[in-house]
């Protein structure tokens, strides 16, 4: 490879994880305006409601029909468990979900799915689904009454009666690890049948974990039994590759596969709800949309509008008959995304939860096990997950010694016998297969494997990756301290100068990276300028990786250490290769295999 290849690679590695940041500098997207409110209307004495669709059987109004009148504020209701407090409203579902300890905001960090009210921030609990208009669990089409509640220490009730008639009844009780058993009943009391429009189940709307979030993990989910389908803001956009614009997606409907669960989720925490039984007649359904805290006090500010994603389910209209009634369960879980706790869940309702974590194919495999090593070791010594990522790095170069020993063998070995192999490509110069058919033989013969200095690469990379698959969204790490790092799933700042971080371990990986390259051998093949270019190409891996999570440059630059160490006590293993052989494909003759003509 010549140096104008080196550079043009070098650039087209810098363009693949710098391009979406350079082109909002070029072309900035205009901050999205805010959208008209999408909540149900509630309904009030005297005041006309039009239905969202044409009835299929028109039934006799409800002489009994009396809507209760609208509170000034709705009423809320809370459900306590050891670990969440659910807070429900008179509007028709699960206004919010708070996470009690360990689950509380980290210092300056603000979730825009957390509440801000509270000065006190290091103490505050994480709030799910905050500042949405739509609570979890409305009925969009069918609700248009306030709701009553009643509620005890297991069981919150809350019941309405819409102007059609249909009597709607909404039961939840908490159950354990984070999880929310519901039952919705849509009934007709009446003595004619009537008609149940289309109606949407509304399950959350997920947002950004924080502004300027380097992995932009958050969006709606769900699974069909085979596949977890992902449905966030670059399916919206329809963009090729997140930079050539297409035709923007309005809303997501499926298209009648099986659903296993539903939810929304961003990078530490999600609210999944599963169907308690299969569900007929229904899709998944999303949709983007726009909005501004509810206690955002810069009410004119448009760099506060955020987009966020709805998720929900819709089922087709029906009639109800006189007595008929329709009855969906659930069960939500609504808290962090902990690999064991999901994967549990998933053993007991056997639907695959845990591909929450974004653990599925070749990566998340190794992100899997990785998570499992680093509970263990957390749970087994009480070490810090830091401590623990370390302890795995030492344990998987120790493991890996005797290829990372045979590989650079390998290459002393090919640089030992270059002039040998030197001498075979002068001769067969005019001829390239039997060029290339001796050098395959030579090498056979005296053991060279010219990719052998590629297998350490080889074995990294999968780790590097699993470990930034895990550290996506594995909450464990979230506020995981190591030294002057304060949060392992974050940069390590510092301090801002003139509005840049100073991130002191991308630095010290990419110093323990020159100094690796600069240590390890190269390759005999490769011409000088190209050995030059690519010593100095660890300072292009110091720009990527400078804002990524201190975790996963904790885990690399360990990894460049022991490298070196390594390569240290190889330096000293030696090769030597004679000069010419008896046995070298060079004195032999090449056979020809066609038999010739007497």
Wanted: aromatic share 8%; glycine share 6%.
């Amino acid at each position: 490879m010549d140096r104008t290849s080196v550079i043009v690679v070098t650039i087209c590695v810098i363009l693949l994880f710098t391009w979406p940041r350079l082109l909002e500098k070029i072309s900035p997207i205009p901050p999205a305006q805010p959208q008209p409110t999408n909540a149900v209307p509630i309904q009030v004495p005297g005041q006309a409601n039009a239905p969202t669709s044409a009835p299929l059987t028109q039934a006799p109004p409800n002489p009994d029909f009396q809507p209760p009148v609208k509170l000034d504020s709705p009423k809320l209701s809370i459900l306590d468990t050891e670990d969440t407090s659910y807070i429900f409203t008179s509007e028709g579902g699960l206004k919010t979900v708070e996470l009690k300890e360990p689950h509380v905001v980290l210092g300056d960090n603000v979730d825009l799915l957390w509440d801000t009210n509270n000065e006190d921030a290091d103490s505050k609990p994480i709030i799910l689904n905050h500042g949405v208009e739509l609570p979890v669990f409305a009925l969009k089409g069918i609700d248009d009454s306030e709701f009553s509640i009643t509620a005890d220490d297991s069981l919150v009730t809350m019941v309405s009666t819409n102007k059609a008639g249909i009597r709607i009844t909404k039961k939840f009780g908490a159950g354990t690890d984070y999880l929310l058993h519901s039952t919705i009943t849509l009934a007709n009391p009446m003595t004619e049948p009537v008609a149940l429009p289309q109606w949407k189940l509304m399950l959350g709307t997920s947002m950004p974990l924080q502004s300027g979030e380097r992995y932009p993990v958050w969006g709606a989910q769900w699974h069909n039994g085979e596949d977890m389908v992902d449905i966030d803001e670059s399916w919206f956009t329809n963009s090729t590759l997140g930079c050539f614009p297409g035709t923007p997606r309005t809303e997501f409907r499926s298209a009648g596969q099986p659903i296993k669960w539903v939810g929304i989720h961003n990078r530490f925490f999600a609210i999944t709800t599963m169907p308690t039984e299969a569900l007929s007649g229904a899709r998944v359904y999303s949709k983007k949309i726009t909005r501004r805290l509810l206690d955002d006090p810069l009410e004119d500010d448009e760099q506060n509008v955020h987009t966020g994603i709805l998720a929900g389910l819709e089922f087709d209209a029906q009639v109800l008959k006189p007595g008929q009634s329709v009855v969906k369960q659930f069960t939500t879980y609504a808290g962090p995304k902990e690999y064991r706790l999901l994967e549990a869940h998933a053993l007991t309702y056997q639907n695959s939860i845990d591909s929450v974590m974004g653990f599925d194919g070749f990566f998340g495999f190794f992100a899997k096990i990785l998570m499992w090593a680093m509970s263990s070791i957390h749970n087994s010594f009480g070490l810090g997950y830091a401590l623990c990522i370390i302890v795995i790095t030492i344990i998987i170069k120790i493991l890996f010694w005797p290829l990372t020993r045979a590989s650079t063998i390998s290459m002393k070995r090919m640089a030992a016998y270059q002039p040998q192999m030197a001498e075979i490509r002068e001769k067969y110069k005019d001829d390239k297969e039997k060029q290339n058919k001796r050098m395959m033989e030579f090498m056979r013969e005296h053991k060279v494997n010219p990719m052998g200095g590629c297998l350490p690469i080889l074995i990294q990379m999968p780790v590097f990756f699993g470990f930034f698959t895990l550290l996506r969204s594995a909450v464990e790490l979230r506020g995981a301290e190591f030294l002057w790092a304060c949060d392992l799933s974050q940069s390590d700042t510092i301090a801002v100068i003139a509005g840049i971080p100073i991130n002191p371990l991308p630095m010290i990986m990419g110093v323990t990276m020159l100094l690796q390259a600069r240590m390890t051998p190269a390759s005999p093949t490769v011409d000088a300028n190209t050995q030059k270019i690519m010593k100095y190409m660890p300072l292009i891996f110091i720009v990527v990786m400078y804002g990524f999570s201190s975790g996963l440059t904790l885990y690399w630059t360990v990894q460049n250490m022991l490298s070196i160490l390594q390569t240290k006590l190889t330096k000293n293993i030696v090769v030597e290769a004679p000069l010419k052989s008896e046995n070298s494909p060079l004195a032999k003759p090449i056979k020809n295999k066609r038999k010739r003509k007497k």
